[in-house]
């Protein structure tokens, strides 16, 4: 298998851990969305990262289905989600919230980095915005002060969540500073978690790169 996209992708990023948490052998094809936008066209005709490429020269686009063709892969024993559908809930709530987040932080930065500053729409990066805060502090609430967020085994709510916190925290910490009715460490449990899962072998096989 060939993972194309960078370490600095959130989303590029939570398929490679779980690449390595399952121990699946795969080479990583490193382009930039922007800059090797043609190359990544021809792969992906969406033009978007992660790109997995198959063994058969199958491509899979978008992380969460890539995720659900590797949990097929690696079996129900080894899956990162429980397979018991009442089992599988909250971890899916934790994941879609998570990955929502990573959404919209990349979106931030679109719109306030890549477009020109005349062009900025300051009621959308006000909603974006909006969507963050709200977004980490359902995160903050759901998430354990120790352990990982389903209890005893890691998952891809875990993954999705230290990924995203990670992503956020190297390219705009000031999303994660305390305000209003937060604490004075900001999202306390939330920096945590993700410091915690950091410190695992997967994490650190595929750690987050600047782009």
Known sequence: MILTGQLDSPFVRRVAIALHVYELPFEHNVIS?????????????????????????????????????????????????????????????????AAGLAEKAVEF?????????????????????????AALRWL??????EGF????????????????????????GEHLAARGNETEQGFAKLIAHARRCEMMAAFESAPFMQG
């Not at 190359?39 to 659900?68: H, R």
């Not at 300051?122 to 963050?132: K, T």
Request: hydrophobic share 45%; net charge negative.
């Open 149 to 172: 967020i389903s209890g005893g085994e890691i998952t891809h709510a875990d993954i999705a969540s230290a990924v995203t916190v990670t992503f956020i925290a190297n390219r705009n």
């Open 140 to 145: 903050e609430a759901h998430t354990p002060e």
């Open 33 to 97: 969305a922007y800059d090797d936008f043609d190359e990544l066209l021809a792969l992906n005709p969406l033009g978007k990262v992660p790109a997995l490429q198959l063994d058969d020269g199958s491509v899979l686009a978008d992380s969460t289905l890539i995720l659900d063709y590797l949990d097929r892969i690696a079996g129900a024993e080894k899956a990162l989600l429980p397979g018991d559908a009442a089992a599988r809930a909250g971890p899916l709530a934790h994941m879609g919230v």
């Open 109 to 133: 930065r679109t719109e306030t980095v890549r477009r020109p500053r005349g062009k900025i729409d300051g009621p959308r990066v006000n909603r974006i915005l909006a969507q963050i805060a």
